[in-house]
């Protein structure tokens, strides 16, 4: 985000043009009846007793320009050349006494000689060796008794080298400031030296942030110049100027082009954790398989990151290298929670807790621990037999008529666990096939909330209408949340029915908070999953040998 002092220069000069700047100025002639010191005030404010005339204090484009008088600019130090040019249409002065030709150069209203540092042509021409502070003025001449234009001289001098301050003490050129994220901080930008007071600008991040900034500008009668001081106050600074620069500008007539004095920021702050998986997020695990994380902590000053697993004894720091976590060849030991956490200058930081679970090959039929299902009536039983326990009745499919009867719906996940974040839309997603074609799809939100059908919406959730899937006789249903809060963490079960039986299927959805908090510890997970499994496995039978017809 940083730019240096040199890139900033064509920046600088598109910014503005000389003709829409102002400078406080001063005519150059002194009193030394005066006091020194006289301050100016935050912004255009004027002391009343730095000169003997209030309009030798001025701005461009007021005062004397008003009254079309020509402005010349020059350094003190450089020679000047003023031409006597009197117009055709002039007339004598009443009372003057020049003699036909002759030619004389005033100088607020007095008469000048010629010296040894200012000497007058035979043309007229006004020529001065080298431009003093005293030279300031309104110049004009006479030729045979007839004037011409008047002009104002002001002699500039250039100001010294700007610097920066903060705290009280002098920063050196292209310095770093380094403060903590949320402090506030205020620059002081020192101009020395300089008539008129130069101007003074300030960009942060290549912004202009001058309307932000405060000036106070002091007429120093014995040495005939300003002293400038530009304050900016930046009253919370972020991450996202890390690395940024800001800069003091100074523009003067006496300099070619303006002066950048800029400054780097270092913002430190805390820790921020983005995590990704690969596989990705949803998507199933299976023992034997493998399984990638990677932790990225983005911190000032950098932190390194570790990986931890919850157990119900505490956390157990887990193998990674650069952030990775590799794990081949996975079996149900590798099931839980994990995290990643950083020791920081701060303090220490924990990422949200993501939860990986590993489906094991030899689950049992029907409902299992960790199973994305529910209920599941694959085959019958070599009974021929499913039995319904909450009405104690039993149901038999003789082989041979099995074929002519159809099958049962079959519902599968599309993702049996969802991971998201809070505040966010997410949507559950289901495959329900059956022959004949399912004719019932319901949606069983958590308990305190009414089930949902296809075309229905409840509060922050809405079940979509059931569009047609790739293989025959299957649909796909989908439902989304709006808004994900905490309490929609989960299972969330989709039901489908035909004229032949109905199943299952159960979504885990785990709700994860912004990714700079530090998720608390769950005691035994796995516990909490088998009873609300359980628990909802007998809701969802009583559901089913209540409502699904059989032939």
């Known amino acids: 985000m940083g730019i240096s002092r040199w890139l900033l220069l064509p920046l600088l000069l598109c910014q503005a043009r000389a003709s829409d700047l102002r400078y406080h100025r001063h005519s150059g002639r002194r009193d030394i009846s005066e006091p020194q010191g006289v301050g100016v005030g935050v912004g255009v404010g004027v002391g009343s007793n730095t000169t ?11 005062g004397d320009a008003s009254l079309g008088l ?7 130090g450089q020679e000047v050349v003023l031409e006597c040019e009197v117009p055709d249409h002039a007339k004598p002065l009443p009372g003057d006494d020049s003699v036909e030709g002759e030619v004389r150069w005033f100088h607020d209203n007095a008469q000048v000689l010629g010296d040894l540092r200012v000497g007058i042509m035979w043309t007229g021409r006004l020529v001065m060796s080298h ?35 903060y705290g009280g003490a002098q920063l050196a050129v292209g310095a770093r400031l380094t403060t903590r994220e949320g402090n506030a901080i205020t620059l002081h930008c020192v101009v020395e030296g300089g008539n008129p007071a ?67 920021l270092n913002i430190e702050y805390s820790p921020d954790f983005r995590l990704r998986r690969w596989p ?23 932190s390194n990151p570790t990986w ?9 720091e887990v193998a990674s290298s650069g952030g990775w976590v590799n794990l081949t060849q996975v079996t149900t030991e590798d099931r839980g929670w994990y995290k990643c956490a950083t020791s920081h200058a701060f303090g220490h930081f924990a990422s949200h807790s993501v939860f990986i679970n590993v489906l ?74 059956g022959h004949p074609p399912p004719t019932s799809v319901t949606w069983l939100l958590p308990a305190h909330l009414p089930p949902l059908r296809p075309g229905l919406t409840s509060e922050r959730f809405h079940a979509h209408n059931l569009t047609k ?34 199943d299952a299927a159960l979504i885990r959805l785990n709700v994860t908070a912004a990714a700079h908090s530090v998720a608390a510890g769950s005691a035994s997970p796995h516990g909490a999953t088998l009873l609300q499994t359980t628990t909802t496995t007998t809701l969802l039978l009583l559901l089913l040998c209540s409502s699904v017809r059989w032939l």
């Open 280 to 302: 990705a997020w949803g998507s199933p695990v299976r023992e034997g398989s493998s399984v990638s994380l990677l932790c990225h902590v983005d911190a000032n000053p950098p």
């Open 469 to 502: 899937g790739e293989a025959p006789g299957c649909l796909y249903a989908v439902l989304t949340i709006v808004g994900v809060k905490a309490g929609d963490a989960g299972s969330w079960i989709v039901v489908g029915a035909n004229d032949r039986g109905a």
């Open 70 to 76: 020509e402005e010349v600019l020059v350094v003190r």
């Open 360 to 433: 094991s090959e030899g689950r049992a039929a029907g409902v299992a621990s960790y199973t994305p299902q529910l209920l599941r009536k694959t085959t019958i039983s070599d009974s021929s037999r499913f039995h319904c326990v909450a009405h104690n009745t039993s149901l038999e499919y003789p082989d041979a008529d099995r074929a002519a009867q159809g099958t049962p719906v079959l519902v599968e996940a599309v993702n049996s666990t969802v991971l998201s974040m809070g505040g966010r839309t997410t949507a559950l997603a289901a495959h329900v096939c």
């Open 198 to 264: 130069p101007s003074i600008t300030w960009l942060l991040a290549a912004e202009d942030v001058t309307l932000s900034s405060q000036v106070r500008t002091e007429w120093r009668e014995g040495e005939g110049v300003f002293y400038s001081l530009s304050n900016l106050t930046v009253t919370r600074v972020g991450k996202d100027q890390h690395n940024a620069t800001v800069a003091c500008v100074v523009r003067h007539p006496a300099l070619p082009v303006p002066i950048p004095v800029p400054l780097r």
């Open 308 to 316: 931890v697993k919850e157990t119900e004894s505490g956390s157990t």
């Open 131 to 165: 431009a003093v502070s005293a030279d300031s003025g309104v110049w004009w001449c006479h030729r045979s008794g007839r004037p011409g234009p008047r002009r104002r001289l002001l002699v500039t001098i250039p100001p010294e080298r700007p610097y920066l301050m």
């Open 52 to 62: 003997e005339n209030p309009g030798d204090l001025l701005f461009e484009d007021e």
